[in-house]
């Protein structure tokens, strides 16, 4: 099975950056295509970066220019960097993975999310 663990989380304020960093156990064989989502009190997950597995980005409009997603095939991570801060980011940050474990089995795995506080 698969596993992905996020970490970075944390209290900032308005204006300030932080970098989530979302890993991969298991039994992989490789990852695909991966993503982040979030999720804000009262407010439905939406989707904010993805990346595929060859590192192409797509961002939702309210975070472009302020976020970038990247990855590391070779320690199955993805990062998000997050600069610029408002408020509105405020939520819990969940990582979303394809993969292919060592058994050839294709999985959709989720974090377990990690929370962003923007405020003063």
């Known amino acids: 099975q698969v596993q992905l663990v996020e970490s970075g989380g944390g209290l900032v304020q308005p204006g300030g950056s932080l970098r989530l960093s979302c890993a991969a156990s298991g039994s992989i064989f490789s990852i695909n295509a991966m993503g982040w989502y979030r999720q804000a009190p009262g407010k439905q997950r939406e989707l904010v970066a993805t990346?595929?597995?060859?590192?192409?980005?797509n961002y939702v409009d309210s975070v472009k220019g302020r976020f970038t997603i990247s990855r590391d095939n070779a320690k199955n991570t993805v990062y998000l960097q997050m600069n610029s801060l408002k408020p509105e980011d405020t939520a819990v940050y969940y990582c979303n993975a394809g993969a292919m474990t060592t058994r050839f089995r294709y999985l959709e795995v989720w974090g377990q999310g990690t929370l962003v506080t923007v405020s003063s």
């Open positions: 990346i595929t597995s060859d590192g192409n980005p």
